[in-house]
């Protein structure tokens, strides 16, 4: 398959590449610059050139590929909700170039968006929050938009993803502990994190491209939840520093933007996942990544 990439450049996005190819896909990376581009290119990937809210750029790679996977995600969370309108529109645009066709959009959404219906973990059929409450469920919302109207369309909702350089929100956990001397916890620390090794879920990217089900959302979750606590024990080791438990009330004061999210359980379950797709993570869980990480 010829496969547009948005995000090719990022995170996700540079191990999904040779997971594709590898595969027997002809990869098309989107990039906006010249460093990226030649990191695309020595990957064996066509690179298209182009900013993602550049609508004709958009449509015109979108129109010669047989599937796309939409990756890119501005993560300046000081501009999220206009970075989250702005991932509406991108959906938005690919699922017009899409539409009538079978052809496949898998989207990036992540599992924290989804709302549990009975308090257990996160399934792949529970509904999502909406933009109003968080705005980074625009993309869930521009999903269910081009699904009401048929189209080839599948959410991949991610954990925490990560390998030994980076863990995403657990990289500001660290940050924040070397800033203040300390790793902190609020309460027990029993609340959880999902996660997933990133070999695991461009895996399942891959997937869900070649046999996913239109309209179906998939968990990238390699374990259902790791405790805030085991993962604070793990940074303070790493660090050679203290690790503290501290109270919701003193949560603002050292986890700032985040203190709403360590406060609360996020596990998340990929049992259909695994079931309609045969996927099988198999890679490093992350207090392995986390104990093996350069300090
Ligand atoms: N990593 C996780 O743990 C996690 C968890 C949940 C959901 N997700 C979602 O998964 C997707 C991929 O995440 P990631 O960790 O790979 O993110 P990342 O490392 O921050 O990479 C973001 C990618 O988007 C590209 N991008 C951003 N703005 C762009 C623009 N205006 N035009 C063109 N490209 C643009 C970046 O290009 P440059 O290289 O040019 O900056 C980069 O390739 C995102 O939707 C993210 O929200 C990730």
Request: no cysteine; charged share 25%; hydrophobic share 40%.
């Amino acid at each position: 398959m010829r496969v547009f990439l948005t995000g090719a450049t990022g995170f996700i996005g540079t191990f999904l590449v040779p997971e594709l190819i590898n595969a027997g896909h002809q990869v098309v990376g989107l990039s906006r610059s010249d460093a990226g581009a030649e990191v695309l290119a020595r990957a064996g990937a066509e690179v298209f050139r182009g900013d993602v809210n550049d609508r004709d750029r958009l449509r015109t790679a979108a129109e010669a590929a047989d599937g796309i996977i939409h990756a890119a995600f501005n993560h300046d969370f000081s501009n999220l909700r206009q970075n989250s309108e702005d991932d509406r529109k991108v959906i938005e645009t690919l699922g017009e170039v899409l539409a009538g066709s079978d052809r496949p959009l898998v989207i990036s959404s992540g599992t924290g968006l989804a709302r549990s219906k009975t308090g257990a973990p996160v399934i792949e059929t529970d509904d999502h929050v909406t933009a109003a409450e968080f705005p980074r469920a625009a993309t869930e919302e521009a999903a269910d938009a081009l699904i009401a109207k048929g189209g080839r369309v599948m959410v991949m909702r991610l954990s925490q993803v990560h390998d030994t350089r980076h863990q995403g929100r657990i990289t500001h956990h660290v940050r924040l502990a070397r800033q203040q001397g300390r790793v902190a916890y609020v309460g027990e620390g029993r609340n959880r994190l999902p996660a997933v090794h990133v070999s695991d879920a461009v895996r399942l990217y891959r997937l869900v491209l070649e046999k996913g089900q239109a309209g179906a959302r998939y968990n990238a979750v390699g374990e259902d939840g790791v405790a805030l606590r085991d993962i604070a024990e793990v940074i303070g080791a790493g660090l050679k520093m203290p690790v503290e438990s501290i109270t919701p009330e003193a949560a603002q004061d050292y986890f700032g933007g985040l203190a709403n999210l360590v406060t609360i359980d996020l596990a998340a379950s990929s049992a259909l996942t695994r079931q309609r797709l045969g996927w099988n993570p198999t890679g490093p869980d992350l207090l392995t990544d986390l104990r093996n990480m350069d300090y």
